[in-house]
């Protein structure tokens, strides 16, 4: 089978990652969600998607055994350096989620919300699956939150069909300039994708000093879509929570996250 490779967050993108998605949010269910399943299921535990370390960073510094795995160089220095801020160094690897070769299996094994959705391709998520298996340890854990798009946003409001707006902006803490992202977006309803190119800007004393461009594609699931794609990949105990919540969920809900066990060896 033949991996088409995902693209990576940019340098910038990198960047200002942390000016929307700081360390322990107020308003944010997934850092003590995903703490208290590590703490559960049990450790070493690994983040497939860690990102500069928004998870990651404060779980080592609270003792958890977590490394991470991310495709952006550029995120994994983010992460390296605010980890050594901290006074700890955890493992990490620049890999594809959908490719993974790491020399050890883990207790549990977890992607950060919508992470797992950045794997536009049906069989390279597939293969995500199956490399997450085959790295848990027997009667290991995987969790996996989803959400569909075209019913919820968690930033703002649904993007409207190829019309540019401001997605989000915020202050960057190093030299106080402004970061504004705009979004411009639509969604192929037939393939399950949403399709968004993003323009980041930077603007310091009124003037424009940096400019990038993203593109990112988000396939999204039905809950038995993804189900079926967990038991393909030899999971078992699947279960299907209502967003970070410790209830069933709904058909009509519009985030979930999924629960499955590796029960062999």
């Known amino acids: 089978m033949t991996i088409k490779k995902e693209k990576s ?27 208290q399943f590590i703490q559960d299921k049990g450790e070493p535990a690994l983040e497939l998607g860690c990102g500069d370390g928004r998870l990651l960073v404060p779980f080592v510094c609270e003792g958890l055994d977590v490394s991470g795995v991310d495709l952006s160089p ?16 955890p493992h990490l690897y620049q890999q594809g989620m959908q490719a993974l070769d790491l020399p050890q299996k883990y207790k549990t094994v977890f992607i950060p919300y ?32 989803l959400f569909l798009p075209y019913l919820h946003d968690i930033h703002i409001e649904a993007p409207q069909e190829n019309i540019w707006r401001i997605r989000r902006e915020g202050m960057r803490n190093q030299d106080g300039a402004l970061v504004k992202c705009w979004e411009k977006a639509h969604y192929d ?10 323009r980041l800007e930077v603007f310091k004393d009124g003037e424009l000093i940096e400019s990038d461009e993203e593109n990112m594609r988000l396939r999204w699931y039905t809950q038995e879509q993804f ?24 058909e009509k809900d519009s985030e979930f996250t999924f629960i499955a066990k590796k029960l062999s060896t």
């Open 9 to 35: 967050y940019g340098k910038l993108a990198s960047e200002s990652y942390g000016i929307w998605f700081p360390e322990n949010p107020e308003g944010y269910e997934d850092t003590a969600f995903y703490r």
């Open 74 to 89: 550029h995120m994994l220095d983010i992460c390296r350096a605010k980890a050594k801020a901290k006074g700890v160094s």
């Open 114 to 145: 919508g992470s797992f959705m950045l794997v536009s391709d049906l069989n390279d998520a597939q293969a995500t699956l199956k490399g997450a298996y085959q790295h848990l340890q027997k009667n290991g854990t995987l969790i996996i939150p």
């Open 189 to 198: 309803f037939t393939q399950q994708l949403e399709i968004a190119e993003f």
């Open 227 to 250: 189900r079926e794609m967990l038991a393909e990949a030899g999971f078992a105990q699947i279960t299907c929570r209502k967003g970070y919540s410790a209830l069933p969920a709904e």
